[in-house]
């Protein structure tokens, strides 16, 4: 990140911000942020706010600001038979939100749904111009435009980035879902101002990321969904690649509710299984509770491997962990050094809309050093 990009990214997750504190968050001589800040100012991405006395200087200073209603971002999640999409400020603050079911997982029937759901959401945002579109999905993206495999559509090597900037003509950037959540978390959201944190994501599979010294790390294998599939144990089911008592297995939904119509012969949906476990009915409680002690001891292990201690907690199947946490609790009380430091569990509620606005986020970071050409 150049020293441009910095400056806004500086402004636009902790502004209001004085020009004494970005100076020195920035490690710059008032001189340089002026010059550094101007352009900015000029294309209306920065505005002054009114001043304000900082007692520690006893003088007035004039706060740096993004312009709030500057331009808006359209962040789309892909999901096996449906595209979630949302409409964001600069901050992925959500305005406005949509829904379409997918008409065939072809790369061309996909993009054009997606494409169709863009144009739908740019038609509401009042007349402001959209300045880029966010896209995440389940699986391995490279350079933020070729899907080289997602497993739950059949894709390899979709360049997904370029068929929707030919169809709706605004600049396209694609990632994983799970690195796109980690994203917003880390600038707008539940680990805002956290140098290191983990996310975990549970729902149509079990999903890891990681941000180490403010940097989201990443790797060729980002998205194989890797963490999905450590083995917690020689007992239980096998999932559909041969792995036996797997995270995946255990604890996402599929896996889940393939246990429960498997020892029932009975098809159900993730609610009523967590409705039935709530009630004492087996085998809904023997699923649940394994489900859960499973995400705790993926909790235990990625804390210390990792060694950090905050986790971001999240996915469409976070009601597992609000309805029947202390399974996992109990786990990772027992599953970590006694003497380590308190785990910093942090829960995002947000379901399929969180998925949407990482994907916004992820537009927004690419677009940094954009912003003063408009």
């Known amino acids: 990140m150049n020293s441009s990009e910095a400056l806004v990214r500086e402004v636009l997750v902790h502004g209001p911000i004085s020009r004494t504190d970005l100076a020195q968050r920035l490690d710059l001589s008032a001189p340089s942020l002026t010059r550094l800040a101007r352009p900015y100012l000029e294309h209306g991405v920065f505005r002054e706010l009114d001043d304000v006395v900082d007692g520690s200087r006893g003088r007035p200073q004039r706060p740096l600001d993004i312009t709030p209603d500057l331009t808006r971002f359209v962040g789309v999640k ?30 061309e029937a996909v993009a054009a749904r997606v494409a169709g759901l863009v144009e739908i959401l740019v038609g509401r945002t009042g007349g402001r111009s959209v300045h880029a579109i966010g896209v995440c999905l389940g699986g391995n993206v490279l350079d933020e435009r070729l899907v080289t495999r997602a497993p739950f559509l059949g894709w ?17 950037v694609v990632a994983n879902d799970v690195v796109a959540l980690a994203a917003a978390h880390q600038w707008f959201g539940l680990a805002r101002n956290v140098a290191d944190f983990a996310v975990v994501t549970i729902g149509a599979g079990v999903g890891y990321a990681l941000v180490s010294a403010d940097r989201l790390v990443l790797h060729p294998d980002t998205g194989l969904g890797l963490a999905g599939h ?34 029932t012969g009975r098809a159900v949906g993730y609610d009523e299984l967590l409705d039935e476990a709530a009630s004492g009915r087996e085998p809904a409680v023997a699923i649940v509770t394994a489900a859960s002690r499973a995400l705790g001891q993926l909790l235990a292990l990625v804390s210390s491997l990792a060694m950090t201690t905050t986790i971001v907690l999240g996915g469409d199947g976070i009601a597992l962990w609000q309805r029947f946490s202390d399974p996992a609790l109990d786990v990772v009380a027992h599953g970590r050094d006694p003497d380590a ?15 949407a606005r990482g994907a916004a986020a992820i537009a927004i970071q690419a677009s940094l050093g954009r912003l003063a050409a408009r």
């Open 341 to 355: 430091s308190p785990l910093d569990l942090r829960v995002d509620p947000m379901g399929f809309g969180a998925w």
């Open 156 to 172: 390899r090597d979709v360049d997904l980035a370029t068929t929707l900037e030919r169809l709706t003509g605004l600049r396209t």
């Open 230 to 263: 450590l083995p917690l144990g020689d007992a239980g089911p096998i999932c559909d690649r041969g792995h036996r008592g797997c995270t995946s297995v255990l604890a996402s939904i599929p896996g889940m509710l393939g246990q429960y119509e498997l020892a």
């Open 78 to 107: 892909i999901t096996g038979d449906a595209a979630f999409g949302v409409v964001t400020t600069m901050r992925a603050e959500v305005l406005d939100e949509q829904v379409l079911p997918l008409e065939g997982a072809s790369p």
